[in-house]
Protein backbone atom coordinates (compact mmCIF):
# COMPACT_ATOMS: atom_id res chain seq x y z
CA UNK A 1 0.00 0.00 0.00
CA UNK A 2 1.65 3.30 -1.09
CA UNK A 3 1.33 6.63 0.82
CA UNK A 4 -1.44 7.73 -1.79
CA UNK A 5 -3.52 5.23 -0.86
CA UNK A 6 -2.96 5.44 2.75
CA UNK A 7 -4.14 9.16 3.10
CA UNK A 8 -7.37 8.10 1.15
CA UNK A 9 -7.84 5.31 3.98
CA UNK A 10 -6.79 7.72 6.74
CA UNK A 11 -9.55 10.08 5.14
CA UNK A 12 -11.83 7.25 5.12
CA UNK A 13 -11.31 5.88 8.48
CA UNK A 14 -11.87 9.90 10.15
CA UNK A 15 -14.95 10.48 8.42
CA UNK A 16 -16.42 6.86 9.60
CA UNK A 17 -15.32 7.44 13.25
CA UNK A 18 -15.74 11.06 14.08
CA UNK A 19 -19.48 10.34 13.24
CA UNK A 20 -21.56 9.84 16.28
CA UNK A 21 -22.05 6.73 17.54
CA UNK A 22 -22.75 4.38 20.22
CA UNK A 23 -19.15 4.28 21.05
CA UNK A 24 -18.96 7.71 20.99
CA UNK A 25 -21.95 8.02 23.25
CA UNK A 26 -20.81 6.09 26.03
CA UNK A 27 -17.33 7.39 25.93
CA UNK A 28 -19.42 10.80 26.10
CA UNK A 29 -21.33 10.16 29.20
CA UNK A 30 -18.69 8.40 30.65
CA UNK A 31 -16.55 11.75 30.05
CA UNK A 32 -19.88 13.84 31.88
CA UNK A 33 -19.68 10.82 34.58
CA UNK A 34 -16.64 10.09 35.49
CA UNK A 35 -14.01 12.17 34.40
CA UNK A 36 -11.66 11.94 31.36
CA UNK A 37 -8.82 10.07 32.56
CA UNK A 38 -11.43 7.48 33.58
CA UNK A 39 -13.42 7.40 30.62
CA UNK A 40 -9.73 6.46 29.05
CA UNK A 41 -10.73 3.06 30.22
CA UNK A 42 -14.19 3.35 27.95
CA UNK A 43 -11.69 4.24 24.82
CA UNK A 44 -9.45 1.50 25.73
CA UNK A 45 -12.25 -0.83 25.74
CA UNK A 46 -13.50 0.15 22.75
CA UNK A 47 -10.26 0.01 21.09
CA UNK A 48 -9.89 -3.53 22.19
CA UNK A 49 -13.41 -4.35 20.40
CA UNK A 50 -12.16 -3.12 16.96
CA UNK A 51 -8.85 -4.74 17.95
CA UNK A 52 -10.71 -8.39 17.97
CA UNK A 53 -13.19 -7.43 15.10
CA UNK A 54 -10.37 -6.92 12.83
CA UNK A 55 -8.39 -9.81 14.00
CA UNK A 56 -11.98 -11.40 13.09
CA UNK A 57 -12.23 -10.72 9.67
CA UNK A 58 -8.06 -10.76 8.86
CA UNK A 59 -9.09 -14.79 10.00
CA UNK A 60 -11.81 -14.78 7.71
CA UNK A 61 -14.85 -15.11 10.71
CA UNK A 62 -16.18 -11.84 8.66
CA UNK A 63 -17.07 -14.14 5.52
CA UNK A 64 -18.24 -16.54 7.11
CA UNK A 65 -20.58 -14.27 9.17
CA UNK A 66 -21.59 -12.92 5.82
CA UNK A 67 -22.79 -16.21 4.42
CA UNK A 68 -24.33 -18.02 7.28
CA UNK A 69 -27.63 -15.85 8.13
CA UNK A 70 -28.53 -17.77 10.78
CA UNK A 71 -24.71 -17.18 12.93
CA UNK A 72 -25.21 -13.33 11.61
CA UNK A 73 -28.92 -13.17 13.80
CA UNK A 74 -27.59 -14.67 16.68
CA UNK A 75 -24.48 -12.04 17.06
CA UNK A 76 -27.14 -9.39 15.95
CA UNK A 77 -29.85 -10.09 18.47
CA UNK A 78 -26.82 -10.38 21.23
CA UNK A 79 -25.59 -7.34 20.23
CA UNK A 80 -29.34 -5.63 20.31
CA UNK A 81 -30.23 -7.00 23.13
CA UNK A 82 -27.22 -5.53 25.30
CA UNK A 83 -27.80 -2.21 23.87
CA UNK A 84 -30.97 -2.37 24.49
CA UNK A 85 -30.40 -3.26 28.46
CA UNK A 86 -27.76 -0.63 28.53
CA UNK A 87 -29.91 2.14 27.28
CA UNK A 88 -32.94 1.06 29.69
CA UNK A 89 -30.44 0.99 32.72
CA UNK A 90 -29.20 4.46 31.85
CA UNK A 91 -32.75 5.94 31.50
CA UNK A 92 -33.85 4.89 34.73
CA UNK A 93 -30.43 5.34 36.66
CA UNK A 94 -30.82 8.02 39.19
CA UNK A 95 -29.31 11.22 38.64
CA UNK A 96 -27.01 10.74 41.68
CA UNK A 97 -25.35 8.34 38.99
CA UNK A 98 -24.02 11.58 36.79
CA UNK A 99 -22.65 13.69 39.95
CA UNK A 100 -19.66 15.82 38.55
CA UNK A 101 -16.66 14.34 38.32
CA UNK A 102 -14.34 15.40 41.52
CA UNK A 103 -10.79 14.81 40.42
CA UNK A 104 -9.49 14.24 43.44
CA UNK A 105 -11.58 10.49 44.07
CA UNK A 106 -9.26 7.63 43.51
CA UNK A 107 -10.42 5.08 41.24
CA UNK A 108 -10.93 1.68 41.87
CA UNK A 109 -9.74 -1.40 39.64
CA UNK A 110 -13.45 -2.01 39.82
CA UNK A 111 -14.74 1.02 38.27
CA UNK A 112 -12.06 0.89 35.86
CA UNK A 113 -12.99 -2.92 34.70
CA UNK A 114 -16.62 -2.02 34.47
CA UNK A 115 -15.90 0.88 32.29
CA UNK A 116 -13.18 -0.81 29.88
CA UNK A 117 -15.88 -3.50 29.65
CA UNK A 118 -18.78 -1.51 28.42
CA UNK A 119 -16.83 0.11 26.04
CA UNK A 120 -15.22 -3.74 24.86
CA UNK A 121 -19.49 -4.36 24.49
CA UNK A 122 -20.72 -1.83 22.95
CA UNK A 123 -18.01 -1.55 20.48
CA UNK A 124 -18.17 -5.40 19.81
CA UNK A 125 -21.96 -5.80 19.88
CA UNK A 126 -22.41 -4.77 15.95
CA UNK A 127 -21.85 -7.81 13.92
CA UNK A 128 -21.76 -5.67 10.94
CA UNK A 129 -18.98 -3.96 11.93
CA UNK A 130 -17.35 -7.60 11.26
CA UNK A 131 -18.66 -7.07 8.02
CA UNK A 132 -17.38 -3.91 7.23
CA UNK A 133 -13.68 -4.48 8.54
CA UNK A 134 -13.94 -7.39 5.95
CA UNK A 135 -15.22 -4.95 3.11
CA UNK A 136 -12.99 -2.30 3.88
CA UNK A 137 -9.41 -3.62 4.27
CA UNK A 138 -9.47 -5.58 1.14
CA UNK A 139 -9.73 -2.13 -1.28
CA UNK A 140 -6.66 -0.70 0.11
CA UNK A 141 -4.23 -4.00 -0.02
CA UNK A 142 -1.82 -4.55 -2.59
CA UNK A 143 -1.89 -8.18 -3.63
CA UNK A 144 2.05 -7.72 -4.67
CA UNK A 145 3.36 -6.32 -0.98
CA UNK A 146 3.42 -8.78 1.98
CA UNK A 147 0.42 -8.79 3.08
CA UNK A 148 1.14 -8.75 7.44
CA UNK A 149 2.53 -5.76 7.29
CA UNK A 150 0.03 -4.11 5.24
CA UNK A 151 -3.00 -5.22 7.67
CA UNK A 152 -0.89 -3.98 10.61
CA UNK A 153 -0.63 -0.86 9.44
CA UNK A 154 -4.03 -0.80 8.55
CA UNK A 155 -4.75 -1.80 12.13
CA UNK A 156 -2.91 0.52 13.38
CA UNK A 157 -4.06 3.67 11.37
CA UNK A 158 -7.46 2.93 12.76
CA UNK A 159 -7.06 2.33 16.12
CA UNK A 160 -4.84 5.82 16.55
CA UNK A 161 -7.65 8.04 15.20
CA UNK A 162 -10.09 5.58 17.30
CA UNK A 163 -8.83 6.41 20.62
CA UNK A 164 -7.80 10.21 19.44
CA UNK A 165 -11.42 11.02 18.35
CA UNK A 166 -13.09 8.50 21.54
CA UNK A 167 -10.82 10.47 23.98
CA UNK A 168 -11.83 13.99 22.57
CA UNK A 169 -15.81 12.87 23.47
CA UNK A 170 -15.00 11.84 26.78
CA UNK A 171 -13.09 15.08 27.01
CA UNK A 172 -16.04 17.02 25.67
CA UNK A 173 -18.10 15.21 27.97
CA UNK A 174 -16.07 16.23 30.90
CA UNK A 175 -16.61 20.00 29.85
CA UNK A 176 -20.39 19.56 29.79
CA UNK A 177 -20.51 18.12 33.22
CA UNK A 178 -20.28 21.84 35.41
CA UNK A 179 -23.28 22.29 33.24
CA UNK A 180 -25.50 20.12 33.82
CA UNK A 181 -25.60 20.13 37.61
CA UNK A 182 -29.29 20.62 38.29
CA UNK A 183 -31.01 17.41 39.14
CA UNK A 184 -33.34 18.09 35.58
CA UNK A 185 -30.51 18.48 33.31
CA UNK A 186 -29.19 15.28 34.50
CA UNK A 187 -32.23 13.39 34.35
CA UNK A 188 -32.13 15.13 30.73
CA UNK A 189 -28.92 13.38 29.79
CA UNK A 190 -29.90 9.85 31.15
CA UNK A 191 -33.26 10.14 28.75
CA UNK A 192 -31.36 11.31 25.77
CA UNK A 193 -28.18 8.61 26.15
CA UNK A 194 -30.97 6.32 27.46
CA UNK A 195 -33.13 6.88 24.79
CA UNK A 196 -30.23 6.93 21.87
CA UNK A 197 -28.97 3.36 22.87
CA UNK A 198 -32.58 1.71 22.86
CA UNK A 199 -32.70 3.28 19.38
CA UNK A 200 -29.04 1.96 18.54
CA UNK A 201 -30.60 -1.50 19.19
CA UNK A 202 -33.75 -1.10 17.79
CA UNK A 203 -31.84 -0.24 14.51
CA UNK A 204 -29.56 -2.96 15.08
CA UNK A 205 -32.21 -5.83 15.41
CA UNK A 206 -33.84 -4.85 12.44
CA UNK A 207 -30.66 -4.32 10.38
CA UNK A 208 -30.13 -6.50 7.42
CA UNK A 209 -26.39 -7.31 6.25
Same mark, same amino acid.
Given at each position: ?????????????? +?????????? #?? *?????????? *???????????????????????????????????????????????????????????????????? +???? =???? #??????????????????????????????????????? #???????????????? =??????????????????? @?????????????????? #??? @??
Amino acid at each position: MDFHSWLIYLSVVA +AIIVTPGPSA #AI *CLTHGVSHGP *CRALATVAGGMAAASVLMLLSALGLGAIVAASSTLFLVIKVIGALYLVALGISIWRSTPSALEEYKGG +APST =SNEI #ARLFRQGFVVGIANPKDLLFFGALFPQFIDPTEPLAHQL #ATLGATWLVVDGLTMS =SYAAFGSKLAPKIRTLGAK @RFLNRVTGGFFIAAGGLL #AVA @RR
